[in-house]
Nanobody, 121 residues
Framework: QVQLVESGGGLVQPGGSLRLSCAASGIIFSINVMGWYRQAPGKQRELVARITSGGSTNYADSVKGRFTISRDNAKNTVYLQMNSLKPEDTAVYYC???????????????WGQGTQVTVSS
């Protein structure tokens, strides 16, 4: 089976940095779009950033200039470098990827379990 495993979350002070990683494992033929979403308490989940297999990126306005998404296709891994973190960045961050798995007929969406990012003094 295919699964996404996230790492890198934690507690940081305002202005600090974190680097999130998400690796896809299992029987994988190919991966299309990969992205990061986040959800704060009482709020809806929102797109933070996403990246295509060709390297095209999109960012939420709130993180532009501070966050950078990248991927290593050889490792089936997507990263989110978060700099100049603010308290409002506090949320559970979820990894997402569209993956062509054993079926091989289509890309299916997969989600990580989520990792907590807390920005506080």
């Amino acid at each position: 089976q295919v699964q996404l495993v996230e790492s890198g979350g934690g507690l940081v002070q305002p202005g600090g940095s974190l680097r999130l990683s998400c690796a896809a494992s299992g029987i994988i033929f190919s991966i299309n779009v990969m992205g990061w979403y986040r959800q704060a308490p009482g709020k809806q989940r929102e797109l933070v950033a996403r990246i295509t297999s060709g390297g095209s990126t999109n960012y939420a306005d709130s993180v532009k200039g501070r966050f950078t998404i990248s991927r290593d296709n050889a490792k089936n891994t997507v990263y989110l470098q978060m700099n100049s973190l603010k308290p409002e960045d506090t949320a559970v961050y979820y990894c997402n990827a569209d993956i062509r798995g054993p079926v091989m007929l289509r890309f299916d969406p997969y989600w990580g379990q989520g990792t907590q990012v807390t920005v506080s003094s």
